[in-house]
């Protein structure tokens, strides 16, 4: 079965310390994959995505990601955490295929990101 | 990108009644998405909307209880029929951008439900 994992529940970082929050994946062939955040009461944003090229990818407030195929992983980082970035972060994957196939995105549980002052 | 409007943003309503969210879109788009996110989960998929044929529903959701419209391309409500505490969530609406699988899904602000 196709699945996305988050393994932490909550990753408590320092204001001015670099955070990494993990993401791996388990889908056949080359997927898409994302990061949403999720502020209290809000909708999600997309952060970024990976879809071909460079591992390294960067996205919206700071963010990036580092897309590693032999361990199927895309941890998102960022190299100075604000009190701001405190939210729920979204791994995502979408499986390559036909059209609805490729529309349907599989969401991982969430991390819960706080950054102390 | 595509802005996606949803209605209402909350609601607290009585077990036994229906409740109908709504979802516009600012650009015509093939397929909408509603996902439910309960307290504290991630988001589970309930069913596919296509403009001029019936929703795809997802295992474990059906149409009796989760019926969904879409009578244009930029429009779709969902409802939640029959309502009880368990479907207490946050719903949300989601596209997807056109012509390119590989973009990023868009979500509404999300309907905050809460069933008494």
């Known amino acids: 079965a196709q699945s996305v994992a988050q393994p932490e529940d909550q990753v408590n970082v320092a204001e001015g310390n670099p955070l990494t929050v993990k993401c791996t994946y388990s889908?056949?062939?080359?997927?898409?994959l994302f990061w949403y955040v999720q502020y209290p009461n809000r909708g999600l944003q997309f952060l970024l995505k990976?879809?071909?090229?460079?591992?390294l990818v960067k996205g919206s407030y700071g963010f990036e990601a580092e897309f590693n195929k032999s361990q199927t992983s895309f941890h998102l980082k960022k190299p100075s955490a604000l009190v701001s970035d405190s939210a729920l972060y979204f791994c995502?994957?979408?499986?390559?295929?036909?059209?609805?196939?490729?529309?349907?995105?599989?969401f991982g549980s969430g991390t819960r990101l706080s950054i102390r002052p | 990108s595509a802005v996606i409007s949803q209605k209402p943003s909350r609601d607290i309503c009585q077990r036994g009644t229906s409740l109908t969210i709504q979802c516009q879109v600012d650009?015509?788009?093939?397929?909408m998405f509603w996902y439910r996110q309960q307290p504290g989960q991630s988001l589970t998929l309930i069913a596919t909307a296509n403009q001029g044929s019936e929703a795809t529903y997802e295992s474990g959701f059906v149409i009796d209880k989760f019926p969904i419209s879409r009578p244009n391309l930029t429009f779709s409500t969902l409802t939640v029929s029959n309502m009880s505490p368990e479907d207490s969530s946050i719903y949300l609406c989601s596209v997807v951008g056109q012509g390119h699988p590989n973009t990023e899904a868009f979500f509404g602000q999300g309907t905050r439900l809460t069933v008494v």
């Open positions: 995502a994957v979408r499986p390559q295929g036909g059209y609805s196939s490729a529309s349907k995105i599989i």
């Open positions: 990976y879809i071909t090229g460079d591992n």
């Open positions: 650009s015509q788009v093939t397929m």
């Open positions: 889908v056949s062939g080359n997927p898409y």
